[in-house]
Every structure is written in C-alpha cells, then in structure tokens.
T-cell receptor
Framework: NAGVTQTPKFQVLKTGQSMTLQCAQDMNHEYMSWYRQDPGMGLRLIHY???????DQGEVPNGYNVSRSTTEDFPLRLLSAAPSQTSVYFC???????????FGDGTRLSIL | KQEVTQIPAALSVPEGENLVLNCSFT??????LQWFRQDPGKGLTSLLLIQSSQREQTSGRLNASLDKSSGRSTLYIAASQPGDSATYLC????????FGQGTTLQVKP
C-alpha cells in the first residue's frame, strides 16, 4: 500500500529553470492538494483539486501550475524557478475534502 | 481570515509525563480540526480528526478535544515516551485547510 508518492525527493535548480514535481496516490482519493512548508511560515496551500479535470488556487499559487488528468496523479509545475521557491513541497490526498488528509514524504527543492 | 496558533513552539518533558498541546483558531466556522505528527525530514501523519459536531476523539494514548465556541483544541498525550518526540501540527478545515506552525516536542528518557 504505497499511499501518496512524491518524486523526486531532492532537487537543485538554477534560477529560470522549469521542472515538474510528481505526486501519485493509489487510494482512489478525489481530493488532492499541494503545500509548501517554510520555516516560520508553516504549511501553505498552493493548489488543490477536487477531482479529475478540476483544479483551483490556494493561498500562494503564483509561479506554479497544476493539472489533474487522472484521479491518481497531480503534478506541480514550476514555470521559471526563483530563489523564493526554495522550500519543501508536500502533496496530500483525501477521500473527500473533509476526510483525513494523507501526506507524501515531500520534495526538498533548492533554487540557486 | 482564519488564523491558527500553537503555543508553545517547543516543549521538553521527561519520559512518563502527561502533557497537553494547545491549538487556537480565530474563526469558529470550521468543518473539522485535524492533529498531525511530523518527524524530521518526513511528511505529516494524521493522528486524529474531530468533526465540528464532536467534542473529542481518542486514539490510544492520544485524546484531542475541540471547543468551537472558544476557538480552542487540545491534544493530550498520556504517559509520554521518547518515541513521541516530533513536531505536532493542528489544522482547521474551513474551505481550505489552515495549519498552525506546530509544537516541537522532545521527550527525554
């Protein structure tokens, strides 16, 4: 039972590069979301999805894109990486929006 | 705007103590409140979820209470163990999930 799987675990980018953080869940959860965790700021919601084909913005969406073509996958795209996007990124899923959320182990991203 | 606060930011106790972690929120219009545990370098593990209509939830040595009218929740850990050392976060569901900044707990043998 894999749960929520995030890849890669670590990544270093140069300013201006683009990349995609992958997130996959095998629990048939409808609700998926992306957070970033920064010291002193806590976890902040970037984007979320309530089902395949439906996405919406969270608290800090600028500089990030998402899509949800399948129930299982919810990739997060950085369009043009900036040092301010250095953070730990977590993907989470839940059966519905009010059920317990299950988190992946995170992707640690550094932008030089 | 909903804000979630956890005090203290850090706590150190000897093994065997019973302890209480606090979480407060500014808007009582919530769907539920969830307590998580985060180990260093790891993701969050859900411990307990309290629906807005509930007063408390229990799981093993953990008991979480919710008082919506006062905007407070507590996580009670009985007979603490070194393995309980971690950061504990609370989060309220009000549209989106809003997190506190966590309490880092150290249980000394």
């Amino acid at each position: 039972n894999a749960g929520v799987t995030q890849t890669p675990k670590f990544q270093v980018l140069k300013t201006g590069q683009s990349m995609t953080l992958q997130c996959a869940q095998d629990m048939n959860h409808e609700y998926m979301s992306w957070y970033r965790q920064d010291p002193g700021m806590g976890l902040r919601l970037i984007h979320y999805s309530v089902g395949a084909g439906i996405t919406d913005q969270g608290e800090v969406p600028n500089g990030y894109n998402v899509s949800r073509s399948t129930t299982e996958d919810f990739p997060l795209r950085l369009l043009s990486a900036a040092p301010s996007q250095t953070s730990v990124y977590f993907c989470a899923s839940s059966l519905t929006g009010v059920q317990p959320q299950h988190f992946g182990d995170g992707t640690r991203l550094s932008i030089l | 705007k909903q804000e979630v606060t956890q005090i203290p930011a850090a706590l150190s106790v000897p093994e065997g103590e019973n302890l209480v972690l606090n979480c407060s929120f500014t808007d009582s219009a919530i769907y539920n409140l969830q307590w998580f545990r985060q180990d260093p370098g790891k993701g969050l593990t859900s411990l307990l979820l309290i629906q807005s209509s509930q007063r408390e939830q229990t799981s093993g040595r953990l008991n979480a209470s919710l008082d919506k009218s006062s905007g407070r929740s507590t996580l009670y850990i009985a007979a603490s163990q070194p393995g309980d050392s971690a950061t504990y976060l609370c989060a309220v569901k009000a549209g989106k999930l809003i997190f506190g900044q966590g309490t880092t707990l150290q249980v000394k043998p």
